[in-house]
């Protein structure tokens, strides 16, 4: 796992000399890189090499993003390590972010204490490393972005409203099958088009129905935009409070938690989020193989130019390619044999030797690889060193580091070969495996994947025990298959659904059925999820408080008091409480009957729990709305339990007996015009309707006899 | 002078299609070489190449640069500041031969944006009154602003698009364009679209006019042509959010094109107009053979 940095930027020395001179030199642009994902996404590749070194065109994946940091004009950058962060440091301090004369300062924090995002922040927090707005950035970022722009408005909207906007997050405009967009990590956002302000946001993983809260179209921003296209770069622009906010919540672990959470609370803490979308440039996130692949290849067809192979940014002298027609890179000492065909998109690293009557397609090769005659690449990743012997077919895999392929082997698609495994000749390996020389079963641990010491000494001692199976590697071959983990499979399943080209359809199925439209009836009493959960607990436990009073008798004084506190813990509205409280003794001779839902059944049985707890709507409902609500909860009991609606005369008419209703509300609500067809039905019924008629006769006799 | 060398490669192979960083290095070694030369008492007239007679009765002609001279510092200082002078004036000096070139009422078109040939335009408006077509140079699409700032000078100026310009080119008189490099051989590397002016300058007859300043000379022979291309993102081209189509197709976005010396009817630089096939004449005067090859 990549180990992860936290790169503080320093920014802004040009962006920020604007209005006022006179105001001290704004503080430099600092970015915090987490070059740990903090996932077992990439093992095994990653048990051997952490992820933000993995080789994206024959570069580390850590240079892509210091480089797209650096450009933006980030002057000071923490990089947090915490799995293999050793390799990640000597990588870095050869590279040419270290010299002296790097625009961007890079500092190494290391600890093995990390285990998530959200810890990496709070020790920013603690450590107080942030002055001012820093870039938040992981270690697999490849992107071209020119953020400045997104960087000034971020503070503008800081100054212009006092540290509401909280942090901007950075996004891509793509379409949705495009196939650089990861699966797993596509979300749908809602925003305000005129502040570009976050109001909700989701991932969409595996949902093919998607529900949106009705706050977000109720209150009063005018253009609320949903928005599917866009493909979450992981970079953000976050203000010194982000850190802050983390150390405030210890549950919250990685972005989105922060995201969701920070929505969520929106109205307590008044912070928003804002986004910022870019059409023309490039930028990406590498969460699995295929946006690995799919980013290798962008890089090759030039999609991130500058930062293009044959440009070698990154300043070493082994990476020096010559640019040819069909993108064809070839490093220095190249030699292609005889008849070999490079047909496009391919890139060879330095000291490769080649074969005769080879045919190569969309590959990447390392450097210094031995290839043999007549070998096929299409689509194939090999990294350093790695020795491919004669007649040898390899589609769409990776081949990590000093791998050997023997003879007449075939490697299906999506195949991948850690690093140091050899492949015996003759044999086909199928879609999708995966060799290692790690044996599987040992990555149960979790500590194993954050301590690199203890995880060697114990393999050693299982590789001796252990043989390698001649069926999965072939006669010569050395490795294990690996069995595969939970997110391995996820990765060749994922793997396999995108090769097959749906596209994300996910808005398709979302018309609501009628049968499903529960939220017309339910209005703004249910805005937000969470409160939805909180009504429901709070029904459980007075559903819990009345049963208990019936079967032990208690008062109804006690249950006055407990249903109380009751609202008091769960913050209920009074209108909410009556209408569940309404709810929850109406149903409960239910639960008694159950099977037999009968009318009268259930008269009889809801009789006495009625005259029982006379005194508890009592002292609920005492001014009219209270009635209303009453009325309205019943009514919609009824609707849902049509079958007892014959019964629902004789409810109210006991409500009316028991002097719980009065006569003016009841016929108030009757004559109520906007209520729904169903409701309009429920009033048809007749023995309600007779009811009403005795109600009105009834009132006119008292009205009469109050006159005199 | 190793040093210089060694620096000018670097920044050559940082970006190998600007070839004006390395033309500049090799001017500079061949101002060095010439002080050294001067101090080291020959005469002015010593020049090592290029004359036949002097090739064979001086046989084997080796510099040491070793000697050292303490004035030489100062002469090659003041040697690069009468350059930068020169460099400086250029456009000026090319906009000034403007109305011997340009006649009333003519009709002339160019490509993309240069600001040599905007100045040389401006020059020669301000006597005469002419028509310019500018042909937009897709996908950068820089003849827009090319256009712009023709009209402030209230020239009457049309654009169109890159693919009108054959059926365009029969009311043309002129062709005049701006070149990024000027090669050895005479040949241009100019804006992609360049070529196809060109032939159609060539098939309707229309003269065909370079303005570009001596800086922009590079002594390399077009041998492989991929050496001088630039691809930048194929964002220009297609968007990115197309979509699903992008995993199937490969787009280019060449920012350059190659025009041979055979279209090329004069040269207007700093120092004069001129044929292509004098160019390699004109080589000899900036640069030093050894300095070819940085």
Not at chain 1, 85 to 96: G, M, R, V, W, Y
Not at chain 1, 103 to 116: C, G, Q
Request: glycine letters at 6%.
């Amino acid at each position: 796992m990549a180990a992860r940095g936290t790169a503080r930027r320093g920014a802004g020395a040009g962006s920020a000399r604007g209005p006022d001179p006179q105001e001290e030199p704004p503080p430099p642009l600092q970015a915090v890189l987490v070059a740990d994902s903090f996932n077992r996404r990439f093992f095994p590749i990653s048990k051997d090499r952490p992820r933000a070194l993995l080789p994206m065109a024959n570069v580390a994946m850590i240079d892509y993003t210091l480089e797209f940091l650096t450009a933006t004009g980030v002057e000071e950058t923490f990089v947090f390590c915490c799995w293999k962060s050793a390799e990640i440091k000597e990588h870095l301090q050869k590279s040419k972010w270290c010299r002296h004369t790097s625009p961007n300062t890079v500092r190494f924090v290391t600890s093995d204490l990390y285990r998530s995002l959200g810890d990496v922040l709070r020790d920013v927090d603690a450590k107080s490393l942030v002055r001012s707005d820093f870039i938040l950035v992981t270690g697999d970022v490849v992107s071209n972005f020119n953020i400045s722009k997104a960087l000034e408005e971020h503070k503008l909207r800081r100054k212009m409203e006092k540290n509401v906007s909280v942090m901007t997050m950075i996004f891509k405009e793509s379409s949705p099958g495009h196939h650089a967009r990861c699966k797993e990590d596509d979300i749908v956002i809602a925003m305000d088009s005129a502040t570009n302000r976050v109001l909700h946001y989701q991932r969409t993983q595996g949902l093919k129905r998607f529900r949106f809260p009705m706050s977000l179209f109720q209150n009063s921003i005018e253009n609320v935009e949903v928005r599917h296209d866009l493909l979450d770069c992981h970079i953000s622009i976050c203000s010194p409070q982000v850190a802050e906010l983390f150390t405030d919540n210890f549950d919250y672990q990685t972005r989105d938690d922060f995201v969701r959470g920070l929505l969520v609370n929106e109205e307590v803490l008044g912070n928003q989020i804002h986004m910022h979308v870019m059409t023309e440039e490039y930028g990406a996130h590498i969460c699995n193989l295929l946006m690995y692949e799919a980013v290798c290849s962008d890089i090759i067809r030039r999609w991130v130019y500058p930062l293009t192979p044959e440009m070698n940014f990154s300043d070493d002298k082994n990476q020096s390619y010559t640019h040819s027609k069909h993108n064809i890179y070839r490093g220095v000492d190249v030699s292609l044999g005889h008849g070999s065909v490079l047909e496009e998109n391919v890139l060879i690293g330095q000291g490769t030797v080649i074969g005769s009557n080879c045919s190569i397609t969309n590959s990447v090769i390392g450097q210094n690889c031995r290839i043999g005659d007549k070998v096929t690449l299409d689509g194939a990743v090999l990294w350093d060193r790695v020795h491919i012997a004669d007649n040898v077919e390899i589609h769409h895999s990776v081949i990590c580091d000093e791998a050997e392929v023997k003879e007449k082997v075939k490697l299906k698609p999506r195949c991948v070969l850690s690093s140091q495994v050899v492949v015996g000749p003759g044999i086909t390996l199928s879609e999708g495996t995966v060799i290692s020389l790690h044996p599987p079963d040992e990555e149960e641990e979790d500590d194993d994947q954050f301590s690199d010491d203890s995880g060697v000494n114990k393999e050693e001692s299982k590789v001796k025990l252990k043989g390698y199976n001649k069926k999965d590697v072939g006669s010569e071959g050395r490795g294990y298959l690996w069995k595969a983990d939970d997110k391995n499979e996820e990765d060749e399943e994922e793997q396999r659904q995108s090769l097959w080209g749906p596209a994300l359809h996910s808005e398709e199925e979302s018309e609501s059925d009628s049968d499903l439209s529960m939220g017309s009836e339910e209005p703004d009493s249910r805005a937000a999820s969470p409160q939805l959960d909180d009504i429901k607990v709070f029904q459980n436990e007075v559903l819990g408080t009345l049963q208990r009073g019936e079967e032990e008798n208690i008062s109804c004084d006690n249950l006055v008091l407990e249903i109380n506190s009751l609202k008091y813990a769960y913050n209920i509205g009074l209108k909410e409480m009556m209408q569940v409280l309404s709810k929850v003794i109406l149903e409960f001779p239910l639960q008694q009957l159950d099977a037999n839902l009968d009318s009268q059944n259930y008269f009889s049985a809801l009789l006495p729990l009625l005259k029982n707890w006379t005194p508890l709507f009592k002292n609920y409902i005492k001014r009219a709305s209270d009635h209303l609500n009453a009325l309205c909860a019943i009514e919609e009991f009824f609707l849902e339990h049509d079958s007892l609606c014959t019964s629902i005369a004789k409810v109210l008419m006991t409500f009316y007996q028991l002097e719980i209703l009065e006569e003016d509300v009841i016929l108030n609500w009757f004559s109520l015009r906007d209520t729904s067809d169903k409701g309009k039905q429920l009033r048809k019924n007749q023995r309600l309707q007779k009811f009403i008629q005795w109600l009105e006769e009834a009132e006119e006799e008292s009205s009469d006899g109050d006159q005199d | 002078m190793d040093l210089i060398r060694t620096e000018g490669q670097r920044m050559t192979a940082a970006q190998p299609s600007e070839t004006t960083v390395g033309n500049m290095v090799r001017r500079v070694l061949k101002v060095i070489r010439e002080e050294y030369g001067r101090l080291h008492g020959r005469s002015e007239e010593s020049d090592q190449q290029e004359s036949l007679h002097k090739l064979l009765t001086s046989g084997g002609l080796s510099e040491d640069f070793r000697t050292p001279y303490p004035s030489l510092r100062a002469n090659v200082i003041e040697a690069i500041n009468e350059m930068l002078i020169e460099l400086e004036g250029t456009t000026d000096n090319i906009a000034m031969q403007a109305l011997e070139h340009i006649h009333s009422n003519e009709v002339i078109m160019t490509i993309g944006y240069s600001r040599t040939v905007e100045a040389f335009l401006k020059e020669a408006a301000r006597k005469r009154k002419f028509q310019v077509i500018v042909a937009e140079c897709a996908p950068f699409c820089q003849g827009h602003e090319m256009a712009v700032r023709l009209s402030k000078e209230n020239i009457e100026t049309t654009v169109m698009s890159d693919a009108a310009i054959f059926a365009v080119m029969s009311r043309v008189n002129k062709v005049i364009i701006g070149t990024k490099t000027i090669l050895a051989n005479g040949a241009l590397i100019a804006v992609s679209g360049t070529h196809t002016l060109a032939l159609a300058a060539k098939h309707h007859s229309t003269p065909l006019i370079v303005c570009a300043p001596m800086f922009k000379l590079s002594p390399q022979f077009p041998n492989e042509e991929d050496s001088f291309h630039k691809f930048v993102s194929p964002q220009e081209v297609l968007p990115f959010t197309e979509g699903e189509i992008l995993a199937k197709i490969n787009v280019h976005c060449p920012v350059f094109d190659y025009v041979p010396p055979e279209l090329i009817t004069l040269f207007i630089s700093n120092i004069g107009g001129n044929a292509p096939s004098y160019i390699y004449r004109l080589m000899s005067e900036l640069y030093h053979p050894d300095d070819y090859e940085l």
